[in-house]
């Protein structure tokens, strides 16, 4: 069985496989081939995810009827079992409850241009006296679906392991509201949440930034947009399996282009629900790695999954922040796929990672 790989220096293989990587394809690729892992559930995924509760949670996926995220329309898409799901029924297979860690949640708005959108406090109850860090968090969804609850294990568990309140934010989606919405949207929180932290009990000089997939990308541009209009920056930037780059033909989208949950052709469904005009993929917001500035960011961790068509965008993304003077860590968790991250509850490679990520969160909370 393959163990996770935790480095802060990346290896040379995969510092030498950044020079395979195709130039930015605008995310214009060939039509995407049917996802053959819904029909077929010992093939692709389920070979390579060598951990029997990874395999566990895909198989139940299939079970409770998921489908791959190219056949579906933007309502099934948002209605069909998620990974979360899976979790929820393979506890509930195994005779346990979901973990529920004692963590307090309030919910409330915050003002956007022309309303309000929802964002959800998580408090540890034994953290102890206050005012404690808080990570402002991002889910994951490809700017189109799941929301805060899909997303609620990892905020509960970066609530209860970091000792810190958790503001765990939505967004407008696309297609409804096309990019860069959910950008405004992540930005216009974070300032809020720095604005309100101390009301809830946080300390207003030791907020971090996180996120999951679209939602790492959301946190590192956050990072950017408070550089560049000189509002207070994160302390830690904290980004799991993050989309950072429009090209579809790096090694891992290759090599993963029929994963699950996420393949090459669901990231292309994403994609074409969220742009709003084609020169839009050719963003910085969008290219983290080959058109952002990324000098002057807060130190940041990278977690990636080995089964993953995102795993090439994290390694190119600790390799440019680095070379940009940014304090970088860096893992990758081998036989798991996207995600892996908020499965803590049936996977040893979920409780590790996040271990990872808040001795990364805590170092950089104690600096302050």
Known sequence: MKNSVRISILSAHLIA??????APSAFAQE?????????????????????????????KMQELGAKPIESRSVEEARTQ?????????????????????????QDMTYPIEGGTQPVRIYTPENAGPGPLPVIVYYHGGGWVIANIDT???????????????????????????????????SFAAYKWALEKTASFGGDPARVAVAGESAGGNLAANVAIMARDQKVQMPVHMLLVYPVTGTDMNTPSYIANQNAMPLS?????????????????????????????????????????AEIDPL????????????????????????GVTHEFFGMDAVLDDARRAQDFAVND????????
């Not at 496989?17 to 195709?22: D, E, G, H, K, Q």
């Not at 049917?34 to 559930?41: C, D, H, R």
């Not at 290219?287 to 961790?301: I, S, V």
């Not at 969160?361 to 302050?368: E, G, N, R, S, Y």
């Open 17 to 22: 496989s950044t020079a395979l990587f195709a």
């Open 31 to 59: 039509q995407p081939k049917p996802n053959p892992l819904a029909e077929t559930p010992d093939s692709g995924t389920m070979k390579r995810a060598d951990k029997e509760d990874m395999v566990l949670v895909l198989k």
């Open 81 to 105: 079992p998620s990974p979360a799901d899976a979790v929820k029924a393979v506890l509930k297979d195994e005779g346990k409850m979901v973990p529920m860690p004692a963590v307090k949640k």
């Open 151 to 185: 997303y609620e294990s990892s905020a509960l568990a970066l609530a209860s392991k970091a000792k810190a309140i958790v503001v765990s934010v939505e967004y407008r989606h696309a297609p409804e509201a096309k990019f860069p919405a959910a950008h405004a949207d």
């Open 264 to 304: 090459k052709g669901g990231m292309g469904w994403f994609v074409g629900k969220v742009l709003a005009k084609p020169e839009d993929a050719m963003n910085p917001m969008l290219n983290l790695t080959t058109k952002a500035d990324l000098k002057g960011l807060p130190p940041a961790t990278i977690i990636t």
């Open 311 to 334: 795993m090439s965008d994290g390694v190119m993304l600790a390799e440019k922040l680095k070379a940009a003077g940014v304090t970088t860590t860096y893992m990758n968790n081998e």
């Open 361 to 368: 969160l805590t170092k950089a909370f104690d600096k302050k």
